[in-house]
C-alpha cells in the first residue's frame, strides 16, 4: 500500500505563494495524480490533475493561479499555488486520480488577509 505524505503549508498573507510536495513511498508513474482539498465543513474537491503523459487540468476556482506538476523520479506531485486567497485555506491531499491509495494526513494552509 503506498502511503502518501503531503508538506509545504503554512500560513500564507493573501496574494502571497507556496509550493506543496507529496511523496509517494512507491512509484506513482503508472498513475494519473491530483492535488485536492478540503475545507472545514466542506466537500473534498480536486483542483488539479497531472496525468501520466503530462497533461494537466484545473478546477476553475485555482486555474491560473496553481500548477501541478510531478517527478516520477522523485515519486513527487506539486502544487505551485501563487496568488493564494482567503478561500484557499483548507487542507489539501494529494492521491491519484482513483483514489487508489488511503489519504495521507494532508498539509494545511492558513490565509491571512
Known amino acids: 500500500q503506498v502511503q502518501l505524505v503531503e508538506s509545504g503549508g503554512g500560513l500564507v498573507q493573501a496574494g502571497g505563494s507556496l509550493r506543496l510536495s507529496c511523496a509517494a513511498t512507491?512509484?506513482?508513474?503508472?498513475?494519473?495524480m491530483g492535488w485536492y482539498r478540503q475545507a472545514p465543513g466542506q466537500a473534498r474537491e480536486l483542483l488539479a490533475r497531472?496525468?501520466?503523459?503530462?497533461?494537466?487540468n484545473y478546477a476553475g476556482s485555482v486555474k491560473g493561479r496553481f500548477t501541478i506538476s510531478r517527478d516520477n523520479v522523485k515519486r513527487s506531485v506539486y502544487l505551485q499555488m501563487d496568488n493564494i486567497q482567503p478561500d484557499d485555506a483548507a487542507t489539501y491531499y494529494c492521491?491519484?486520480?482513483?483514489?487508489?491509495?488511503?489519504w495521507g494526513r494532508g498539509t494545511r494552509v492558513t490565509v491571512s488577509s
Open positions: 492521491n491519484s486520480l482513483k483514489l487508489t491509495w488511503n
Open positions: 512507491e512509484s506513482i508513474a503508472d498513475f494519473d
Open positions: 497531472a496525468t501520466r503523459d503530462g497533461a494537466t
